[in-house]
């Protein structure tokens, strides 16, 4: 696993775990006890920022979905991949959309990379 594909992890941990604390997760981020890598701040630091320009994306590209009817994981694997299509100019979007895809494969239900990929990929044709 690439540090980038480490880093991507580590930021949906955070994202995740504060949302289900009711936390931000730049506070989570910044109390952590191991340093976390450069790109991880950035994830984190960047989805809080513009959290409620991403979620309003991705519920108008979420046909039939509200933000609050998806799987946590698949909310918040949208929130990371839609920020890094959107303000993250090095990474491709062809990059974050299979990160995302790997990150939902491993970590949500059978019918989350279809859904995931139907939803970045109308975020990325914008």
């Known amino acids: 696993m690439s540090a980038r594909s480490k880093a991507r992890k580590r930021a ?3 994202i995740f775990a504060a949302e289900a604390q009711g936390l931000s997760a730049v506070e989570l981020l910044d109390a952590g006890e191991a340093p976390a890598n450069e790109y ?3 994830l984190v630091r960047g989805v809080e ?3 409620d320009e991403l979620d309003a994306l991705i519920a108008d ?3 039939g979905w509200s ?3 998806m799987p946590a994981v698949d909310r918040n694997v949208l929130r990371l991949a839609a920020y890094e299509i959107l303000f993250v100019d090095d990474v491709p979007d062809a990059v974050a959309i ?3 895809l ?3 494969r491993d970590l949500s239900t059978d019918e989350s ?3 995931v990929n139907g939803v970045l990929a109308s975020v990325a044709r914008r």
């Open 12 to 14: 949906l941990d955070l």
């Open 40 to 42: 991880t701040g950035e």
């Open 49 to 51: 920022e513009k959290r």
């Open 61 to 63: 590209n979420a046909q």
């Open 67 to 69: 933000l609050d009817r």
């Open 98 to 100: 299979s990160e995302a």
């Open 102 to 104: 790997n990150l939902v």
């Open 113 to 115: 990379p279809a859904f």
